[in-house]
């Protein structure tokens, strides 16, 4: 059965928190910063918050070992044009570090130029090597035909990730509820999804966990303000489906 299939049919505020990671992974963040995301994600039990490497382990220490809340942090970002043994040594470091999930930026530049074997065996190597820690790989729709975000979504699917994941956030917003669209028909429930960049709205959300998309990567202040909107709705849940 696919993603989409088995969407809810409605979701509560706690419900919509646990699809959200919420970050601070900007190079501009400051470890107070880092402080203020681990209480906002805690306080509001988003599923995941997720540093910048150097500052993982500071938010392993605000998050409480056994809470609902996942850390996370990423590899090769924001480019993805590190070396595989150098997404490898990140990867492992971070897991050591204390990280639950990591998203990993795929390299772009090989995929390209049509080089896939390459891409393929990054995404297996790093996969492999954190394993049973969860692996999302970042396929940066900004830079994406959309033959080539059919091509990036197949090779993440085949490959041992948990999610294809749609940008980092370091460039112009590309996510597009017909850009996800093109990933859901591609990976057709192989691997999970997870949509990240310029979601700004409840009706966005709805739509996008109508196609099987069930990480959502959003800025942290939209992120508190969407649960609370969705708490101010008649029952307080955002409808999903026709049925509910």
């Known amino acids: 059965m696919s993603a989409a299939a088995s969407a809810p049919e409605s979701m509560d505020a706690a419900g919509l928190a646990a699809l959200i990671d919420i970050s601070a992974v900007q190079a501009f963040h400051t470890e107070q910063?880092?402080?203020?995301?681990?209480?906002?994600?805690?306080?509001?039990r988003f599923i995941a918050a997720h540093a910048l490497p150097h500052f993982v382990p500071l938010l392993r220490s605000l998050i409480p070992a056994g809470s609902f809340t996942m850390v996370g942090g990423p590899v090769g970002f924001p480019s993805g044009g590190h070396?595989?043994?150098?997404?490898?040594?990140?990867?492992?470091?971070?897991?050591?570090?204390?990280?639950?999930?990591?998203?990993?930026?795929?390299?772009?530049?090989?995929?390209?130029?049509?080089?896939?074997d390459y891409v393929a065996e990054e995404i297996r190597a790093v996969a492999d090597a954190i394993a049973p820690v969860p692996l999302k790989v970042i396929i940066e729709l900004y830079h994406l035909s959309d033959d080539e975000i059919r091509r990036a979504s197949e090779i993440v699917a085949e490959n041992g990730a948990?999610?294809?994941?749609?940008?980092?956030?370091?460039?112009?917003?590309?996510?597009?509820?017909?850009k996800i669209r093109i990933i859901a028909e591609t990976v057709r429930g192989r691997v999970a999804i997870k949509a990240s960049g310029g979601i700004r709205s409840l009706e966005?959300?709805?739509?996008?966990?109508?196609?099987?998309?069930?990480?959502?990567?959003?800025?942290?202040?939209?992120?508190?303000?969407?649960?609370r909107e969705c708490a101010a709705l008649p029952g307080g849940r955002l409808i999903l489906s026709d049925a509910a």
């Open 162 to 178: 948990a999610f294809v994941k749609t940008g980092t956030g370091w460039t112009p917003s590309a996510t597009t509820v017909e």
């Open 33 to 44: 910063d880092v402080r203020a995301l681990a209480g906002i994600a805690t306080e509001n």
């Open 83 to 116: 070396a595989t043994r150098t997404k490898i040594a990140e990867a492992i470091t971070l897991v050591a570090d204390g990280a639950q999930e990591l998203d990993m930026m795929m390299n772009i530049g090989r995929l390209k130029s049509g080089d896939t």
């Open 204 to 227: 966005t959300i709805r739509e996008m966990v109508a196609l099987g998309v069930s990480r959502f990567g959003i800025n942290t202040k939209t992120a508190v303000d969407l649960v």
